[in-house]
């Protein structure tokens, strides 16, 4: 069992910063793809930006340009660097944790991230 803790959310003025951290409670941390995904009552959760085990990203394109997803493999965290916040970037941000060779699929706690004047 993987455990994902996620740290870091919050309330923002529109055109602020937050950075989110989610920290796995896993010893083969660098074969997992890492990911953010946020999600909003009433609607499904979408997929915000995604890690692979080898470092190659991908962002949903609402976020592209203003938010950097990262890894660091020696202490098991993945981080979500989010700029220029936008209001309809308020969500709960979940940390999740992807391993092909079992196909199973780990989540976070989620985090609440509001962006409001």
């Known amino acids: 069992q993987v455990q994902l803790v996620e740290s870091g959310g919050g309330s923002v003025q529109p055109g602020g910063s937050l950075g989110l951290s989610c920290a796995a409670s896993?010893?083969?941390?660098?074969?997992?793809?890492m990911g953010w995904y946020r999600q909003v009552p009433g609607k499904q959760r979408e997929l915000v930006a995604r890690?692979?085990?080898?470092?190659?990203?991908n962002y949903a394109d609402s976020v592209k340009g203003r938010f950097t997803i990262s890894r660091d493999n020696a202490k098991n965290t993945v981080y979500l660097q989010m700029n220029n916040l936008k209001p309809e970037d308020t969500a709960v941000y979940y940390c999740?944790?992807?391993?092909?060779?079992?196909?199973?699929?780990?989540w976070g706690q989620g985090t609440q991230v509001t962006v409001s004047s």
């Open positions: 999740n944790a992807y391993l092909a060779i079992w196909n199973r699929d780990y």
């Open positions: 896993t010893s083969i941390f660098v074969t997992f793809a």
């Open positions: 890690i692979t085990a080898t470092g190659s990203t």
